[in-house]
């Protein structure tokens, strides 16, 4: 097996799929949705599976998730509908959350979907939504620098090939202003994100190996259709061996924790319960925890008074 590797450089993308193109492999596997349009700029005949893409439709990958009419062939993670969720979440957290930043790469077309279902939410539920270009970590600082002038009471960022090599200075930054962040996968939470929210992507990558399966076997990537993982969404605890962010928040917990008082949340962990989204105002097909209250707070503690 023969691999490249771009180092968080997507500009490195093109050279690297004409490489692996060029002996005429069997099939390529582009884990991210740059990669995969790399690759099929280098090849419309070598078969390729993407484990991970936004929205393959919209990135030109695909004509339908049905049937994908190529040779590009996978599994979408269904960012476009998960990232309203960011929202709903920071606002279980943050009650009172009139300003959220977005952390996003506007070159990628699932992202620029993603952007607009948050437009979209955010005007549903009345928060301000305030956005930095996250395609290249030197822009990371005069982008966190413009979001705290703005006052943001939360940080959603889009997990991508650019900010996921990139994701403990992101991190880093915003615990340093003490911002609740959300993203979409759970490395981000062990960088010292405050939670994070997606499909499990690592099954989705050992899911990838039955498409490389039937493809050595004969099937054409064409008539494979690309699967989206609906069920697998969750929030994501941080690790307690990384920073982790702090922050006053009052809870309004139904039961037995009704009107506690303040709270500083370290880890927060998903309900056992799913139901559908618990704001009724923002519609879409996910599964989401039923609840984020008091009594699911790993490690919690009254915050001191000065």
């Known amino acids: 097996m023969d691999y490249r590797w771009a180092g968080g450089n997507l500009e490195r993308l093109d050279g690297l799929a004409v490489e692996l193109?060029?002996?005429?492999?069997d099939v390529i596997v582009a884990v991210s949705e740059p990669a995969a349009i790399a690759a099929k700029r280098a090849t419309t005949t070598i078969p390729i599976v993407m484990p991970i893409c936004g929205d393959p439709i919209a990135a030109g990958l695909a004509v339908t998730l049905s049937h994908p009419g190529g040779n590009?062939?996978?599994?979408?993670?269904?960012k476009p509908e998960i990232t309203p969720k960011y929202l709903e979440l920071l606002?279980?957290?943050?009650?009172?959350?009139?300003?959220?930043?977005?952390?996003?790469?506007?070159?990628?077309?699932?992202?620029k979907i993603a952007l607009q279902e948050l437009r979209q939410a955010s005007n549903v539920i009345g928060v301000d939504l305030y956005l930095a270009d996250a395609r290249t970590p030197d822009r990371y600082a005069v982008a966190f620098e413009t979001l705290v002038k703005n006052r943001i009471e939360g940080l959603i960022v889009l997990a991508s090939a650019a900010t996921y090599p990139h994701r403990q200075l992101i991190i880093n930054l915003a615990l340093r202003q003490r911002i609740p962040t959300i993203s979409g996968l759970s490395e981000f939470a062990r960088a010292g994100a405050l939670m994070t929210y997606g499909p499990n992507q690592r099954a989705m990558f050992g899911r990838s190996a039955s498409y490389i399966a039937k493809i050595l076997q004969g099937t054409s990537p064409a008539d494979l259709?690309?699967?989206?993982?609906?069920?697998?969404?969750?929030?994501?605890?941080?690790?307690?061996?990384r920073p982790r962010q702090t922050f006053s928040a009052r809870f309004s917990a139904r039961g037995p924790h009704r009107g506690s008082t303040a709270l500083e949340v370290v880890v927060l962990v998903g309900?056992?319960?799913?139901?559908?989204?618990c704001d009724p105002r923002i519609r879409s097909p996910m599964l989401y925890p039923t609840e984020l209250q008091a009594r699911q707070v790993v490690t919690i503690h009254q915050r001191r008074a000065d």
Do not use: M, N, W, Y
């Open 271 to 277: 309900a056992p319960g799913r139901s559908r989204t």
């Open 225 to 241: 259709p690309i699967e989206q993982p609906t069920h697998r969404c969750r929030p994501a605890r941080c690790s307690p061996a």
């Open 72 to 78: 590009v062939t996978g599994l979408s993670q269904l």
């Open 91 to 111: 606002r279980e957290v943050q009650p009172k959350l009139r300003r959220t930043g977005l952390f996003f790469d506007e070159t990628r077309a699932s992202d």
């Open 21 to 25: 193109a060029g002996p005429k492999p």
